[in-house]
């Protein structure tokens, strides 16, 4: 139980043009997930928090305007990069809390390495 | 500020031979500690959950434990399976269920 997917696993895409990553929980409803961006050999970096049906609450330094995070469902968070730059290029992971769940540990997907040429 | 600190930065120890990998931290409430696995390319895989000083947790070679002040990884007899960087987090009882993350130990176990 506790699965979390992401889509797509690897993207490579040109200098301006945005990308959506779709992060599910497969087998459990989550209000709450979480985005974050790592660089090679670095821990995980907050970006931002993604609460179903109300607005994203982004940590202090990372643009909202650019990456645009929707909650649309229980099981569904995307991020959307905008006019994707190469600095942009990381690996971004995703995690969901269990709703409702006894404890409060993460679960996370498998991640999504981004390349902008 | 709550703050999350992991030592040693890199360990490489010979199979068999046992360790600690160390997470301290401050925060101004704890609601939990959280240790998980990274294989390189890939999310973190949970691993324990520890909420109050004294507690423990174990599975297979690994054992977690937790103070007021800092949690230890122990790896007792590691295999090189269990090479891998190991992330330790916390969360604070204000707010979101957030976590802080520390910087990781990777480990790597020589055959």
Not at chain 1, 61 to 82: P, W
Not at chain 1, 88 to 116: H, K, M, W
Not at chain 2, 97 to 111: C, D, E, S
């Amino acid at each position: 139980g506790a699965v979390v997917s992401q889509h797509p696993s690897w993207v490579i895409c040109k200098s301006g043009t945005s990308v959506k990553i779709e992060c599910r929980s497969l087998d459990f409803q989550a209000t709450t997930m979480f985005w974050y961006r790592q660089f090679p050999k670095q821990s995980l970096m907050l970006m931002a928090t993604s609460n179903e049906g109300s607005k994203a609450t982004y940590e202090q330094g990372v643009e909202k305007d650019k990456f645009l995070i929707n909650h649309a469902s229980l099981t569904l968070s995307t991020l959307t990069v905008t006019s994707a730059h190469p600095e942009d290029s990381s690996f971004y992971i995703c995690s969901a809390r269990v709703e409702g769940g006894l404890t409060n540990e993460q679960f996370f997907g498998p991640g999504t390495r981004l390349t902008v040429l | 500020e709550d703050q999350v600190t992991q030592s040693p930065e890199a360990l490489r120890l010979q199979e068999g031979e046992s360790s600690s990998l160390n997470c301290s931290y401050t925060v101004s409430g704890l609601r939990g500690l959280f240790w998980y696995r990274q294989d390189p390319g890939k999310g973190p895989e949970f691993l324990f959950t520890l909420y109050s000083a004294g507690e423990e947790k174990e599975k297979e070679r690994l054992k977690a434990t937790l103070t007021k002040k800092e949690s230890f990884l122990h790896i007792t007899a590691p295999k090189p399976e269990d090479s891998a960087t190991y992330l330790c987090a916390v969360q604070a009882t204000s707010g979101t269920y957030k976590y802080i993350f520390g910087t990781g130990t990777r480990l790597k176990v020589l055959a």
